[in-house]
């Protein structure tokens, strides 16, 4: 079985995330992160949507006048993401998260997200995709740091509702730094807007 027949399998088994003109106004962002550099700018901006009961991962670029160059948004399952991370704070990521050449992950300790949408009449897949960062000579990467990318790519809508990606057709992707450290900021507050969800609408589970 190639490659893109093992992604294709892997995301028959996953619904269709929601249109622009489905959802619903979000939260107030739960986590955003500003960098800054030499040559640019950009952000990463999490917000909970919790009508859908997953995550809003938000990643751009802004120019050195702070004006927004392109932005890339893809939706995570909620307890699937909140799970990734408290994997990588309590030091399981390695054994729960193993290399998997079946869903895209080269490194342990990697997340990869599939959904996808149609958008302006077109089938676009989005993609959210953490792994080790890589070191400026391409051959080595760091542990302590996570790079974080969100892709939409034109894509290909099967019967059963999943969006096949073509990779070679990429319609936006950005990318950003995030450290181990962060990583567990993030997770403390992913759980506590968890619970706090939970706590006050005792029938989350059927969403």
């Known amino acids: 079985m190639s490659f893109d027949d093992s992604v294709e399998e892997f995301l028959n088994t996953l ?33 909970p949507w919790f009508v ?37 704070v309590t030091g399981n990521g390695v054994l729960n998260y193993p290399a998997n050449q079946r869903t895209g992950t ?25 792994q080790y960062w890589q070191n400026a000579d391409s051959q080595t990467h760091d542990e302590t740091s996570f790079v974080w990318k969100s892709g939409h790519f034109k894509a290909r809508k099967t019967e059963s509702g999943a969006f096949i990606p073509d990779m070679k057709s990429p319609i936006s992707v950005d990318s950003i730094k995030v450290s181990r450290q962060e990583m ?24």
């Open 106 to 130: 080269t490194f342990p300790e990697s997340f990869v997200s599939y959904g996808g949408a149609i958008i302006n009449n077109q089938s676009v897949s989005r993609i959210l995709k953490i």
């Open 52 to 88: 859908g009961m997953k995550f809003n991962i938000d990643i751009g670029k802004t120019n050195l006048e702070g004006k927004l160059e392109s932005s890339t948004s893809c939706f995570v399952d909620a307890v699937d993401f909140a799970a990734y991370l408290k994997s990588i």
């Open 15 to 47: 619904t269709e995330q929601p249109s622009q003109a489905e959802k619903k106004e979000y939260d107030s962002p739960l986590y955003k992160k500003w960098f800054r550099s030499k040559t640019q700018s950009g952000f990463l901006s999490i917000r």
């Open 184 to 207: 567990v900021s993030i997770s403390y507050l992913l759980d506590l807007c968890l619970y706090s969800h939970v706590t006050n609408n005792a029938d989350w589970y059927d969403v």
